[in-house]
Nanobody, 121 residues
Framework: DVQLQASGGGLVQAGGSLRLSCAASGFTFDDFAIGWFRRVPGKEREGVSYVSVSDGSTYYADFVKGRFTISKDNAKNTVYLQMNSLKPEDTAVYYC??????????????WGQGTQVTVSS
């Protein structure tokens, strides 16, 4: 079975940091791009950051550039999202997804469950 297991969320004060993990299984990790999205109730899903597992190319949404860093560990089939300088507006449920390329991430083949990130002011 395909699984994308997101973890690492929690409650943090503004200015703090969290690291999210997305552990993948059940598909060929190297053939996919892995992305992080977030959703706030009542708002559209937002793409946050993506990474191509095969060549390491990345995408960052403007609202996280300079604060978040995406990385991968091919040996562990895991993608990380290091989130620094967190702001209250970063509060959301964060999901990871797997797609054939960065360009098709919004139509990802696989989606994981979310992990809640709450940033207090």
């Amino acid at each position: 079975d395909v699984q994308l297991q997101a973890s690492g969320g929690g409650l943090v004060q503004a200015g703090g940091s969290l690291r999210l993990s997305c552990a993948a299984s059940g598909f060929t990790f190297d053939d996919f791009a892995i992305g992080w999205f977030r959703r706030v109730p009542g708002k559209e899903r937002e793409g946050v950051s993506y990474v191509s597992v095969s060549d390491g190319s990345t995408y960052y949404a403007d609202f996280v550039k300079g604060r978040f860093t995406i990385s991968k560990d091919n040996a562990k089939n895991t993608v990380y999202l290091q989130m620094n300088s967190l702001k209250p507006e970063d509060t959301a449920v964060y999901y990871c997804a797997a797609a054939s390329s960065l360009a098709t991430m919004y139509d990802a083949d696989f989606w994981g469950q979310g992990t809640q990130v709450t940033v207090s002011s």
